[in-house]
């Protein structure tokens, strides 16, 4: 689930405080840090994140809170990955009509294109991006997300089955408008409920030779 940039700096600190100390900050150490001076603010970022099921809250301990072992696990892979450039390289997209992605086990190197979250390339297919210079067998790099601002790029899953790359639009009563870069090419409009924003466009990277 989508975390606030609040919420994501509270759990970072409590996945840093956790490795370094090996046991769980105190509210008032949550404070400290993050220069939050209200122990109401600082409980009501815990709980949404238990709620999201980022944490875990044992009762009746004075150090009570602990980090799912599942977002642990998924940090510590995306901080190797950043500290040798590399990122999971899951297979191609298709830049035209929307087709099935397949996963795949290769990596790319990106060093400092890398953005602050979890991230993954994806090798382009088709030409309806050209107007926004990326091309057909042009590698994105995409940070995995949820949402999107009208306008991004992003990697758009279509009736739970399809992947597309457009730019994304909100449009009234309900509908979701992927909109190509291509003027000889028509948007998708479907449903808001029929697509899943899966991340948005950080880099294009493109190999001449």
Request: no cysteine; proline share 3%.
């Amino acid at each position: 689930m989508t975390l606030t940039p609040r919420q994501k700096q509270v759990l970072d600190f409590l996945v840093d405080f956790q490795a370094q100390h090996g046991y769980s900050p105190s509210y008032e150490e949550i404070g400290q840090a993050l220069n939050l001076s209200s122990l109401a603010t600082i409980h009501k970022h815990i709980t949404a994140l238990v709620e999201k099921k980022y944490v875990r809250r044992r009762y009746n301990e004075s150090r009570s809170v602990e980090v799912a072992d599942e977002y642990k696990s998924s940090e510590e892979t995306r901080k190797r990955q950043q500290a040798v450039g590399e990122v999971p390289l899951l297979g191609r997209i298709v830049a035209g009509a929307p087709l099935e992605a397949v996963a795949g086990r290769d990596t790319l190197q990106f060093g400092d294109f890398m953005g602050s979250g979890e991230n993954f390339a994806l090798e382009v297919r088709g030409d309806s991006m050209i107007e926004d210079h990326i091309l057909n067998g042009d590698f994105v790099l995409v940070e995995r997300a949820s949402t999107a601002k009208d306008g991004e790029i992003v990697v758009a899953l279509v009736d739970g089955s399809e992947t597309t790359l457009k730019r994304f639009y909100h449009e009234g009563e309900g509908l979701a408008r992927l909109q190509p870069a291509n003027a000889s090419m028509e948007p998708i409009r479907v449903p808001l409920d029929r697509v899943e924003v899966q991340g948005r466009v950080l880099a294009v990277l493109r190999k001449y030779r």
